[in-house]
């Protein structure tokens, strides 16, 4: 979307700031308010899809009800065709994920604080029925004042009609802030945002969070099945009072775990005023009344915070300043001297001197040699794209031409050359980064490509400097640009496992999951049989994957053997995967029937699996029999 662009005749975008996993966002300008404000735009890849909409649309309608110093406003909501968008308060500041990727972990008062503002944010969110199931250090703002604000409510939902928007299997969030329940692919309720919190004051912490993978699913496991190590184990200046917060928060048992923000914000504001935390007891423990806050205060003001996290304020060099103030100094000098001059009856004739050059000099050794022939200075600051600063540039009246003992000279001494803030180019594609660049007399520098999973291949991820950071013409601007989706080969070992498993697995993975059935000999039904693509093959996020799923043998029709010879029972029941089993006992039959199949279980017709077993008796006819006395009356 091009930032010119005016929203509802009412919105004009400005720049864009950011991209995230189902909108961008802008800054925009309110025509009718004549305020700054965000505006947040649903992908147009998302506007089609029904889910998405009604999900975004929640996300205003929820988040706009919820009004508390710690979370960012929600002004409006619209439609324009097919782009949707919501518009928010703007934050002038940046996201707890930049503070700790630049500065490192935080003080532990510091980190407190804002976990306690941020504890104060989600108890009124709770308090209204919403979880917000996505809390990490990139929706964490910190203003230039040091006030906390919570945004990106966009996966909150209402908790009465939670399963209108679920879909089974489906996991909301960032794995690393999951919690167990959430990894599980069990409903999220408060005390997963409790736990969510609890990783990231553990971040701030240690510079880190307690589990790292090589996949989402892999973190997710940790978050079930691994004990998070102590703060303190990485950084010793973590007392342990503040440690037991912490563990209490990331406790894998719900139950167990604080059970509303305001429990743990009452333990992080007693860490804060130096008193004992109260670490509030499980419910099977005698309860702790805690006396109710409707609307939970910002836990400090803004000008007793945010010391150790601010960004540091811009250095400038003092020459332009004492340059300046010499030059005023001397011109009033100057003004005094012609003065004078003027009034005096008359002065005798002087001597003409030739004005040497003292160009690249600095201004030190140019003055100095200029007051040693006879002359008055005046230095007065110039920029220069070709001059280092401090240095001088010229004279006036010029190197070689003449001038009166006592004159004055200028003596021109360089800024350096003149900067100019860094145009933002993140979310432009390379071409018009480019040219955005090279606009305001920058060049393109090293440009870098890196898979990502929510920009678009081609845009600009990141650059350096930075978006508003002076630099001179000529100052290289690197970029680090997506590749859009990264490809990696679906696992190997996924045979034989349960359907869930799988689903999780492969979900987890960002890919779509189809599932099928089909009868096998090998694998028990219920347990995968095979995946197309195979596994080891080569897929990216948002592919398809279809999971075929043993439904057991495939069944067959027992024949009629009755009146078959044993060879030809045998033959018919091979042919359909069954097994013979004859029967040492047998039948009387009449002769005709004589060692043909008399009787068979299961009976014909019956519907059984492949490979089961049908047992056959036989027929056996009388035989004759002559007794011994009838055989000796015959000889007699």
Same mark, same amino acid.
């Given at each position: 979307?091009?930032?010119?662009?005016?929203?509802?005749?009412?919105?004009?975008?400005?720049?864009?700031?950011?991209?995230?996993?189902?909108?961008?966002?802008?800054?925009?300008?309110?025509?009718?308010?004549?305020?700054?404000?965000?505006?947040?735009?649903?992908?147009?890849?998302?506007?089609?899809?029904?889910?998405?909409?009604?999900?975004?649309?929640?996300?205003?309608?929820?988040?706009?009800?919820?009004?508390?110093?710690?979370?960012?406003?929600?002004?409006?909501?619209?439609?324009?065709?097919?782009?949707?968008?919501?518009?928010?308060?703007?934050?002038?500041?940046?996201?707890?994920?930049?503070?700790?990727?630049?500065?490192?972990?935080?003080?532990?008062?510091?980190?407190?604080?804002?976990?306690?503002?941020?504890?104060?944010?989600?108890?009124?969110?709770?308090?209204?029925?919403?979880?917000?199931?996505?809390?990490?250090?990139?929706?964490?703002?910190?203003?230039?004042?040091?006030?906390?604000?919570?945004?990106?409510?966009?996966?909150?939902?209402?908790?009465?009609?939670?399963?209108?928007?679920?879909?089974?299997?489906?996991?909301?969030?960032?794995?690393?802030?999951?919690?167990?329940?959430?990894?599980?692919?069990?409903?999220?309720?408060?005390?997963?945002?409790?736990?969510?919190?609890?990783?990231?004051?553990?971040?701030?912490?240690?510079?880190?969070?307690?589990?790292?993978?090589?996949?989402?699913?892999?973190?997710?496991?940790?978050?079930?099945?691994?004990?998070?190590?102590?703060?303190?184990?990485?950084?010793?200046?973590?007392?342990?009072?503040?440690?037991?917060?912490?563990?209490?928060?990331?406790?894998?048992?719900?139950?167990?775990?604080?059970?509303?923000?305001?429990?743990?914000?009452?333990?992080?504001?007693?860490?804060?005023?130096?008193?004992?935390?109260?670490?509030?007891?499980?419910?099977?423990?005698?309860?702790? !009344?805690?006396?109710?806050?409707?609307?939970?205060?910002?836990?400090?003001?803004?000008?007793?915070?945010?010391?150790?996290?601010?960004?540091?304020?811009?250095?400038?060099?003092?020459?332009?300043?004492?340059?300046?103030?010499?030059?005023?100094?001397?011109?009033?000098?100057?003004?005094?001297?012609?003065?004078?001059?003027?009034?005096?009856?008359?002065?005798?004739?002087?001597?003409?001197?030739?004005?040497?050059?003292?160009?690249?000099?600095?201004?030190?050794?140019?003055?100095?040699?200029?007051?040693?022939?006879?002359?008055? !200075?005046?230095?007065?600051?110039?920029?220069?794209?070709?001059?280092?600063?401090?240095?001088?540039?010229?004279?006036?009246?010029?190197?070689?031409?003449?001038?009166?003992?006592?004159?004055?000279?200028?003596?021109?001494?360089?800024?350096?050359?003149?900067?100019?803030?860094?145009?933002? !180019?993140?979310?432009?594609?390379?071409?018009?980064?480019?040219?955005?660049?090279?606009?305001?007399?920058?060049?393109?520098?090293?440009?870098?490509?890196?898979?990502?999973?929510?920009?678009?291949?081609?845009?600009?991820?990141?650059?350096?400097?930075?978006?508003?950071?002076?630099?001179?013409?000529?100052?290289?601007?690197?970029?680090?640009?997506?590749?859009?989706?990264?490809?990696?080969?679906?696992?190997?070992?996924?045979?034989?496992?349960?359907?869930?498993?799988?689903?999780?697995?492969?979900?987890?993975?960002?890919?779509?999951?189809?599932?099928?059935?089909?009868?096998?000999?090998?694998?028990?039904?219920?347990?995968?049989?095979?995946?197309?693509?195979?596994?080891?093959?080569?897929?990216?996020?948002?592919?398809?994957?279809?999971?075929?799923?043993?439904?057991?043998?495939?069944?067959?029709?027992?024949?009629?053997?009755?009146?078959?010879?044993?060879?030809?029972?045998?033959?018919?029941?091979?042919?359909?995967?069954?097994?013979?089993?004859?029967?040492?006992?047998?039948?009387?039959?009449?002769?005709?029937?004589?060692?043909?199949?008399?009787?068979?279980?299961?009976?014909?017709?019956?519907?059984?699996?492949?490979?089961?077993?049908?047992?056959?008796?036989?027929?056996?006819?009388?035989?004759?029999?002559?007794?011994?006395?009838?055989?000796?009356?015959?000889?007699?």
């Amino acid at each position: 979307m091009e930032s010119s662009r005016t929203l509802a005749d009412r919105y004009e975008l400005l720049g864009h700031i950011a991209r995230g996993g189902m909108a961008d966002v802008y800054e925009a300008r309110d025509t009718l308010l004549g305020r700054r404000v965000a505006v947040k735009v649903l992908h147009s890849q998302f506007s089609s899809d029904e889910a998405f909409v009604k999900r975004f649309r929640r996300e205003a309608q929820a988040a706009a009800n919820l009004s508390h110093p710690n979370i960012v406003g929600i002004y409006d909501w619209g439609q324009e065709g097919s782009t949707y968008f919501i518009v928010m308060e703007l934050v002038d500041g940046r996201s707890l994920r930049d503070v700790l990727r630049e500065e490192g972990p935080l003080l532990p008062r510091r980190a407190v604080e804002i976990s306690a503002e941020v504890a104060a944010a989600l108890s009124v969110a709770h308090r209204s029925g919403l979880i917000h199931r996505d809390v990490k250090p990139g929706n964490i703002l910190l203003t230039a004042d040091g006030t906390v604000k919570v945004t990106d409510f966009g996966i909150a939902r209402a908790w009465d009609d939670s399963s209108e928007l679920t879909k089974t299997g489906s996991v909301i969030g960032t794995a690393t802030y999951f919690s167990p329940e959430q990894a599980q692919g069990a409903p999220a309720d408060e005390r997963s945002d409790i736990y969510a919190l609890g990783i990231v004051l553990y971040e701030m912490l240690t510079g880190h969070p307690p589990f790292s993978g090589e996949s989402p699913v892999a973190i997710a496991y940790q978050h079930v099945s691994s004990m998070a190590a102590q703060p303190s184990l990485d950084n010793p200046d973590v007392p342990p009072d503040l440690d037991g917060i912490v563990m209490r928060a990331l406790d894998k048992n719900p139950e167990l775990r604080y059970q509303t923000a305001d429990d743990l914000r009452q333990d992080l504001l007693l860490y804060l005023r130096g008193e004992t935390p109260a670490v509030v007891p499980a419910p099977e423990a005698p309860t702790q !009344v805690i006396p109710p806050a409707p609307v939970p205060p910002p836990t400090a003001t803004p000008d007793e915070i945010y010391r150790q996290v601010a960004p540091p304020e811009p250095s400038s060099s003092q020459l332009p300043f004492i340059i300046t103030t010499f030059a005023l100094v001397v011109a009033l000098g100057v003004g005094i001297f012609l003065l004078l001059r003027a009034l005096a009856p008359g002065t005798p004739d002087q001597t003409l001197l030739v004005i040497p050059n003292v160009a690249g000099m600095t201004q030190a050794e140019a003055l100095l040699e200029l007051q040693q022939l006879g002359f008055n !200075v005046i230095p007065e600051p110039n920029a220069s794209d070709t001059v280092e600063e401090g240095r001088v540039i010229g004279t006036k009246p010029a190197a070689g031409e003449e001038a009166e003992d006592g004159s004055f000279v200028i003596v021109y001494v360089s800024l350096g050359a003149e900067a100019f803030p860094v145009p933002s !180019v993140v979310g432009f594609d390379l071409a018009r980064a480019t040219e955005l660049i090279e606009k305001d007399g920058l060049v393109l520098g090293t440009v870098e490509e890196v898979p990502d999973d929510e920009v678009p291949a081609g845009a600009v991820i990141a650059q350096e400097p930075v978006a508003g950071e002076d630099a001179t013409p000529g100052t290289a601007v690197n970029l680090t640009v997506s590749t859009g989706l990264e490809e990696f080969a679906i696992p190997d070992d996924l045979v034989g496992r349960s359907e869930g498993d799988v689903g999780f697995i492969l979900g987890n993975l960002g890919l779509e999951v189809v599932f099928e059935t089909e009868f096998s000999m090998e694998v028990l039904k219920g347990f995968v049989v095979r995946t197309e693509p195979p596994g080891g093959a080569t897929v990216m996020k948002g592919d398809q994957v279809t999971v075929f799923v043993s439904d057991g043998p495939e069944p067959v029709v027992v024949p009629n053997l009755v009146g078959k010879t044993v060879d030809q029972a045998t033959l018919d029941l091979e042919a359909r995967g069954l097994v013979i089993r004859v029967n040492e006992a047998t039948v009387e039959v009449p002769a005709e029937r004589d060692g043909l199949v008399a009787e068979q279980l299961p009976a014909a017709e019956t519907v059984v699996e492949t490979g089961s077993t049908v047992s056959v008796t036989l027929g056996e006819a009388p035989r004759p029999t002559t007794t011994t006395t009838e055989s000796q009356d015959g000889d007699g």
